[in-house]
């Protein structure tokens, strides 16, 4: 049986009320104040209220210990794990769950999220791509940008599978490897999340819907990658070694541009502490908490809900080969930067 193995860490004890106040101690929405019911679920209560009320249709009715738990509940129960990724003991003690039920929920809700995938992670039509186009230049002054893409692994723990060694990354721990795309504000508007940690980034998009997109010609613009990727006409990478005035303020641009995407991933990871420590589950339902926390986070970004305090914990990146480039690819990216850099 798949179960999360949970921890309890160091915390504040909850602030008590004085002795002969009653207080409805299940339900958090009444006893917690509007601060620190951001700073413990991420997100203000209105916005909590809002998500309740669109998983209510997918979410079915839960019982513990004979008690109903209403779906408020259960959504700030999983809110609760994706900020920290481990389970309070309080939490549990508030709404009367066992851990067992607790993991069921997390399950149960992570997939009620993912199944609004499509109305928050979507790709830009032609008019959001103009837009983008001119926000991105404005940031980084790199021309016809309408995403920026990169590779993110989120540690899990070790399968018990005849593959577990393919999960093991470049940097030695068990991952899944998630490619995104970000916009200028910082949202997602692709993310593949279902690729063992030690498949390389170029394979992930080669292997996308958005790259077959790209390639049948339905997309007006070009998308910003490392080194990871091979070079074409849609998606652009740096000089490894630029040698002209015109590649050096080629790849000053592009590099400040592509950063928006890590940018992104920190501002992610920071938001939902799960994806920095290391998500006990079995691969399949690991990848349904990372969507799930992806969708969140757009959803978060569109709502202007302020971001938690900037953490550096993410691991120095190790260098990985060049991917293989064309000279159809190379050829196009010296004449773009001839015509946009000289």
């Not at 849609?234 to 080629?250: K, N, S, V």
Request: hydrophobic residues 35%.
């Amino acid at each position: 049986m798949d179960y999360l193995e949970y921890l309890n860490e160091d915390q504040l004890p909850l602030q008590r009320p004085a002795r002969g106040v009653l207080v409805d101690r299940s339900n958090p929405f009444n006893l917690f104040d509007e601060f620190t019911f951001r700073d413990r679920f991420r997100m203000y209560k209105e916005n909590a209220l809002e998500i309740t009320t669109l998983l209510e249709p997918s979410l079915s009715s839960l019982s513990e210990r004979g008690r109903p738990l209403p779906t408020s509940l259960q959504v700030l129960i999983t809110l609760r794990f994706l900020a920290t990724g481990t389970f309070h003991r309080e939490t549990g003690d508030l709404c009367g769950a066992s851990e067992a039920t607790v993991c069921r929920i997390v399950h149960r809700v992570c997939s009620a999220i993912c199944e609004l995938r499509s109305f928050y992670i979507k790709f830009p039509d032609a008019a959001g791509q103009a837009n983008y186009k001119l926000q991105f230049y404005e940031y980084g002054h790199f021309p016809g940008v309408i995403g920026c893409i990169d590779g993110c692994h989120v540690p899990i723990k070790c399968p018990s599978t005849p593959d577990a060694e393919e999960y093991r990354n470049r940097k030695n721990w068990f991952s899944i490897n998630v490619q995104a795309v970000c916009t200028p504000n910082l949202e997602f508007s692709n993310i593949v999340a279902r690729w063992k940690g030690a498949t390389h980034d170029s394979r992930i998009f080669l292997n996308s819907s958005l790259c077959a997109q790209f390639q049948r010609g339905q997309h007006s613009g070009i998308l910003l990658g490392d080194s990871g990727y091979g070079q074409s006409n849609f998606l652009f990478t740096p000089y490894i070694h630029p040698t002209t005035a015109e590649q050096q303020r080629y790849n000053r641009a592009h590099i400040h541009t592509r950063g928006m995407v890590e940018r992104m991933f920190g501002v992610w990871k920071n938001r939902f502490h799960c994806l920095r420590n290391t998500l006990r589950f079995e691969p399949r339902r690991c990848c349904k908490v990372i969507i799930a926390t992806a969708v969140l986070h757009t959803y978060l970004k569109q709502q202007c809900c302020p971001e938690p305090p900037m953490e550096e914990h993410d691991q120095a990146d190790v260098p990985f080969a060049e991917a293989g480039n064309d000279q159809r690819g190379l050829a196009h990216r010296v004449a773009f930067t001839l015509q946009h850099f000289s």
